[in-house]
């Protein structure tokens, strides 16, 4: 299919390649010009409470707004001091990713969740999502065991390790069973279950691996040559697992989809200039100490020793030896660099043309029920026609020079809107400074049309400045099920949380918000919120560091009781954010009352006549059986008559139909 691509007309920075963080491609690897201006409509509080708030690594002090914290629970001894991860849900149970494996928390008493299980199996980043009785976590990093030990793969090629999908059965939730692995050349970063409603037999499962491709010689069929060498080389796809309900452990790789044919690598912004500057200090003082530093995307970087370290203790190996690595290995490492930094961090081309687009997706999230998936996938946003789960087409794809690295994407609960994230620095880098260009490491929106193109709206980004240490950018979120708005929490890291409402995608603005102050006030320290997800009426977030914390919204001018009503009103058996349910609400009082505060708070008909239309409904709820019905339906056809003299005539339209909806639901 030909590529559609649609240009942001923004001022580019720089005409290299694309911009990837070290400490992002690195944990990938060992752990796994006039658009629109970014809209400053908010109401957030003027000064905004976020803004110098005390460090602390348990007791930072904490601002709020329109929404309070119901618990904060620290992660359990097995669990301490390591990163958590990505959320999915099961019935009561919240079920927390770790670099440690995964912990599951029952959340039925939000005020007090206790943990049900603390099951150790590293690896990172161990992103986790469920289906029914089974439960699937991923492993990119090289140390991850098949075993789930604790003692990390170490050699080069080993039949040890676990790079891939495992599937544990969790009919037994305080006792999982691992009843399946499935292996790929590139591990699995992210992962994403499609539950294909004309195929209940099985699930499907996108995986998402960002990695180095590992060795034949561990997993056979792997190559990490360009298209042009190999046909069947690993990089530029992705891989499709089907997984049989009634036999997981005959799960398997039925495809994998090459939807980044024909791209070439988009054109993106450079360092903030501070950065850069700081960036070249350090790589002149590493060496000048002896350090090892690599040109990735254009740029000389300081590689750390998390990086080089197993790299020199497999030469050593290499040449049987032992103990300190020798001058003589570290220059034989100096060597091999640029060879190994190319192979691991994206082909080159081999002509004089352009270079080649990204090899693999970030995250995929799939709305099954509009056939569509959206794919942010590194260099570019993808729409994917997903009606043959097992064979994904590319319909669209869109790159913007403002992005850095295209993260996560979220719908519109109608599917005429997508949302994508920029992780700007990887997530472990301060990029929510006051100084920081607001179109970088934020969100863009953007509308779907009817012929399945996306076109560019704005942007938004959390507003409020955050310091040099703390890392802070665009991460996970999931919408919010308030009726006739599009409204979303989303993570920042230590930026917080932030809620912000998108259903005008010009002018997306703030409505709520919770964060705390830095780990530390004077260095770089570990922590923030990685996720941050709507469910069953309650807003869950992991904590990087300090565990699980659950969030309740409050009433305000611009989220009323009523509207959070309607949204606890709608219940989900189980909840994988990546995999976007259809939002329906159920006929209650509450939608329709909802419904009257969106007009009152839009002006959509005059003041005395929605006092009238809340005097109805009150009179209507207080009576019964076929008094009610006569009163809602009497109230409906009113209602429909008001819609033409509205200022948002379908808006009134969808009251009207609630109300029927009522009228039809009473006994």
């Known amino acids: 299919m030909a590529f559609a691509f649609q240009a942001r007309r ?397 993260h996560s994407a979220t719908f519109n609960n109608d599917g005429t809107k997508i949302l994508f994230s920029d992780e700007w620095g990887g997530g472990g880098q301060p990029k929510c400074r006051a100084n920081d260009r607001r179109e970088w490491g934020a969100d863009a929106l953007f509308t779907i049309s009817a012929d399945r193109k996306m076109h560019f709206q704005n942007y938004y980004k959390m507003p409020a400045a955050q310091t040099p240490f703390e890392n802070c950018v665009a991460h996970n979120g999931s919408l919010i099920p308030i009726p006739g708005r599009d409204v979303m929490v989303q993570s920042w890291y230590q930026g917080g949380i932030s809620v912000f409402d998108w259903t005008d995608p010009q002018h997306p603005r703030e409505i709520a918000f919770f964060d705390r102050g830095p780990v530390d006030s004077t260095r770089m320290a570990s922590g923030g919120t990685w996720s941050s997800y709507w469910y069953n009426g309650v807003i869950v977030s992991s904590e990087i560091s300090r565990g699980l914390d659950i969030f309740e919204l409050t009433p305000s001018p611009l989220i009323s009781q009523n509207e959070i009503d309607a949204a606890k009103s709608v219940h989900f058996d189980y909840l994988n954010t990546q995999g976007q349910p259809k939002l329906i609400w159920p006929a209650t009082f509450a939608l329709a009352r909802a419904y009257v505060d969106q007009i009152e708070r839009s002006n959509d008909l005059a003041a005395p006549r929605i006092s009238s239309i809340r005097q109805s409904l009150t009179a209507a709820e207080a009576a019964s059986g076929a008094q009610r019905r006569a009163a809602l339906t009497q109230l409906a056809m009113e209602l429909d008559g008001n819609a033409t003299a509205s200022r948002d005539a379908a808006k009134v339209r969808t009251l009207a139909a609630s109300v029927r909806d009522l009228a039809g639901a009473t006994p």
């Open 10 to 406: 923004n001022p580019v920075r720089s005409a290299a390649a694309p911009v990837v963080s070290l400490s992002l491609a690195l944990a990938l690897l060992t752990a796994a010009g006039c658009a629109p201006a970014v809209s400053s409509r908010s109401s957030s509080p003027i000064p905004d409470p976020r803004v110098g708030l005390r460090a602390g690594a348990t007791d930072a002090a904490e601002a709020a707004w329109n929404m309070r914290v119901v618990s904060k629970t620290p992660p359990s001894a097995k669990f301490a001091g390591i990163t958590n991860s990505d959320l999915s849900f099961s019935g009561p149970y919240a079920i927390q990713g770790s670099y440690n494996g995964y912990q599951v928390w029952d959340i039925s008493n939000p005020s007090a969740p206790t943990l049900k299980t603390a099951y150790v199996c590293p690896a990172s980043q161990s992103d986790v999502s469920v289906y029914k009785n089974l439960l699937f976590v991923s492993g990119e990093g090289l140390g991850a065991r098949i075993d789930c030990g604790t003692e990390a793969v170490r050699d080069t090629v080993s039949k040890e390790r676990l790079r891939g999908l495992r599937i544990f059965d969790i009919t037994d939730i305080t006792n999982p069973k691992n009843v399946g692995n499935v292996q790929t050349c590139r591990g699995s970063h992210t992962h994403t279950v499609l539950v294909d409603p004309n195929d209940p037999n099985n699930v499907y499962v996108y995986i998402s691996g960002s990695a180095g491709v590992r060795s034949p010689s561990e997993l056979a069929g792997c190559s990490r040559l360009t298209p042009d060498k190999d046909p069947n080389t690993a990089l530029f796809r992705i891989e499709v697992i089907k997984v049989p309900l009634a036999h997981p452990e005959q799960a398997a790789i039925v495809s994998s989809p090459r939807i980044f044919n024909d791209l070439v690598a988009p054109r993106t912004h450079g360092e903030a200039p501070e950065d850069s500057i700081a960036n070249a200090r350090n790589v002149a003082a590493a060496k000048a100490t002896g350090g090892f530093t690599g040109v990735l995307f254009g740029a000389e970087r300081v590689l750390p020793a998390r990086f080089t370290t197993p790299m020199l203790d497999s030469i050593v190996k290499a040449r049987n030896g032992t103990g300190a690595p020798t001058a003589a290995d570290s220059a034989a490492l100096r060597a091999a660099l640029p060879r190994l930094l190319t192979t691991m961090f994206g082909a080159q081309s081999s002509g004089n043309g352009p270079r080649p687009g990204p090899t693999q997706c970030h995250d995929i999230t799939v709305f099954p029920a509009i056939g569509l998936a959206g794919g942010a996938c590194e260099g570019y946003g993808f729409l994917l026609d997903i009606r043959d789960p097992a064979h994904p087409v590319r319909i669209d794809a869109v790159s913007d020079s403002n992005f850095s690295y295209w």
